[in-house]
């Protein structure tokens, strides 16, 4: 498996979750053990510093997207369909997730990569196929897909101001 599936280095900040994917996708056997596994937490890891890398999650994601896709044209996957709907919902909160971020930390990018982050939400919106994702995922405030970066970001921003607001009252 591991000389099969390689490590992708398109983005290589969050491409070992692909690789590891597919491992588990093509293992004869994946097994869980009651170990303890502890994980060294690093402060200037890409996933903790307030960087533009963060954004490369959704291109890791969509890179995925289509390995699995890939592979169940190939009929390698049983119950592709499935497992793409499934995959893609997780890919949506991943981009709600994103956005997130981003509101919390926009004062930190300057203008210029601010308009960077913008046009890459703009240009990952289009690939998330609404038709896979429940009606009970979508429907919630603040989850709906929409295509158009302009309206994605005011209902996003809306959702995050409120979300703000009652975190902090639930705070208080």
């Known amino acids: 498996l591991h000389l099969h599936y ?3 280095s398109s983005t290589p900040a969050y491409s070992d979750d692909n690789v590891t994917f597919q491992h588990y996708l093509h ?3 994946v097994v869980f053990t009651p170990g303890t596994y502890y994980y ?5 890891s890409v996933s903790r510093r307030i960087t533009l890398r963060r954004f490369d999650w959704m291109d890791a994601n969509l890179s995925l997207k289509h390995i699995i896709q890939a592979e169940a044209a190939q009929g ?3 119950d592709s369909q499935t497992l793409i709907d499934q995959y ?6 991943i981009v709600i997730d994103c956005w997130w971020y981003y509101y919390r930390h926009r004062k930190h990018f300057s203008s210029e990569e601010q308009k960077k982050i913008e046009e890459h939400f703009g240009h990952i919106l ?12 979508i429907l919630k405030f603040g989850y709906y897909p929409f295509r158009s970066i302009t309206v994605f ?9 409120l979300r703000s607001i009652i975190h902090t ?3 208080d």
């Open 6 to 8: 390689l490590y992708d």
């Open 27 to 29: 293992a004869r056997n």
């Open 40 to 44: 060294r937490q690093n402060p200037q």
């Open 76 to 78: 390698n996957i049983t």
């Open 88 to 93: 893609e919902l997780y890919r949506w909160h």
């Open 126 to 137: 289009p690939t998330i196929e609404r038709h896979r994702l429940p009606i009970r995922a």
């Open 153 to 161: 970001r005011f209902v996003e921003d809306l959702y995050c101001r």
């Open 169 to 171: 009252k639930a705070a």
